[in-house]
């Protein structure tokens, strides 16, 4: 049987061994847990066996004192081994928290993965949970059977045969229930992307009277999810239901087999009762096992999930710090496909831009431009051929290191909930290389740079204005011209604008273009994709792309020229009529 579907990754294998005492810990409780678990069968032989027909009262005294500590003893490791497997998930939430959020944050994350928070809850909690301390206690039961062998070998056999049945019960439950909660699993991540996705545009929604039409779909997917859930749900029900009977009619029939042997002489009456006990602790591991098994099939599902985000190398693994760039970037036959399609976005683009040039990139809707600013900017890896920066390919350094030289604007801002100085300043903290001074300071910089610094002052609360998601609390024009700021924060060698005036106003475009010179005049490489001409006045080069392949690539005035007169020859053409004939 195939649990999951591949190798676990060394970064999720080592994040766990770092666990390794704190599960040592709990295997050691539980051992000494079962093995005191055999106390309350002890007292109980021992009553019916020495202390009824004795009538010795001060020996029931005494193991009624022994009973009550042994408990005692038991409820204390419990209680330790909870708190084991709390310090457990916290430190796996410490360990592999950081390097799941980068991995969903990365250009190379797969975008089936992008629950990867969720999935990775569902697995620490399982790790850490009921399933776990079932896995645990399992081993035990042979245990329990060896000790009903003492008693007797008839009930040693019975145990084992209870046994076997539960585990093959359990195993038939994960047969049947297997591939219907993988399908639940994936119903439920499209019902909740669904439903985050309306949530974020709330404004948009409710102003095109879209929110009948949205809750309908939202209602129709969630239905769909929570039908699937449902179906698993009630084979798991079924199995846990047939287990639940197999356990009670064995303790039932574990009494009944030592009423009959002690009839016969052949154990002691205290035996009787002792023996359903043992049996129906034998067998409660696996009946746990078999009531969260639904637990077992989330957490194997999201740990395959956890195993897909990791699956694709990491972008910048290697520990070779690389020089600061010049900006010199290169595309070499760069293919882009659409998500999750064979549809190509950019066919065999080959460009290059070099340091203090401004190339703009021009082309119909839906020619691939965007799709070009992104590979450009690293955000995006090509399906096919290279992207390089100064002779290097861009999957030679890390997302941190290379945004350090990149400045990016996206057409919608791109602005997170923060205050302004901190997504001018990308978030960056404090640390021992660079001061909360020296941040405000680059800040400032930027906005300067931008043209955006008196816009900023005159706010409410400065640079300390807190913005909500995509930065509402701004107008359009003023959210994209921050974004700019953040752009140029720290001076980057290769700026990438994606429709950077699409919400400007003539002040606006004023800022843009002498920001643009700026990056020019200090050696910086600039990439701007544009509808409007007016920001390509200072291009030096124009690329034009058509259907994702690059069409003409040439100084501005020549490509300008061709496009004109190409155009002029389009409005020339005779119009041919199709009636008739």
Known sequence: MKLLDGPIPSVLADAVRTCRRHFVGVALFSALMNILYIAPTIYMMQVYDRVVPTEGRLTLLYLTGVVAFALATLAALEAVRGRLLILASLRLDRVLGGPILTRLMSRLGPATTQQGMRDFDTVRAALTGPAALAVIDAPWTPFYALVAFLIHPALGALTVAGGVLLVWLALANEKATRTRQQDAAQAQAVAYAVQEASASNAETVRALGMGRNLRERQLSERSRGLDLVAKAQFTGGRYAAATKFVRLFLQSAALGLGAWLAVERQISAGSIIAASVLLSRALQPVEQLVGSWTVVGQARNAMNNLLRLFSEADAGRGGTQLPPPRGVL?????????PGQSALLLRGVTMRVEPGEIVGVIGPSGAGKTTLAKLAAGAISP?????????????????DRLGRHVGYLPQDSGLMAGTIRDNIARFEVADEERNAEAIDTA????????????????????????????????????????ALARALYRDPVLIVLDEPNSALDAEGEAALAAAVRLVRKRGGAVIIVAHRAAILSSADRLVLLVEGRVERDGPREEVMKEMAQRASAVKRAPVVSRTGS
């Open 383 to 399: 399906d096919a051929g290279l992207v390089r920066l100064d002779g290097a390919n861009l999957l030679d350094w890390t997302a």
């Open 330 to 338: 290169s595309l070499e036959q760069a293919s882009v496909r659409a």
């Open 443 to 482: 800040v400032i910089a930027a906005a300067q740079t931008a043209g955006v610094h008196e816009l900023i002052l005159q706010l409410p609360r400065g640079y300390d204005t807190v913005l909500g998601l995509g930065g509402r609390g701004l107008s359009a024009g003023q959210a994209q011209r921050i």
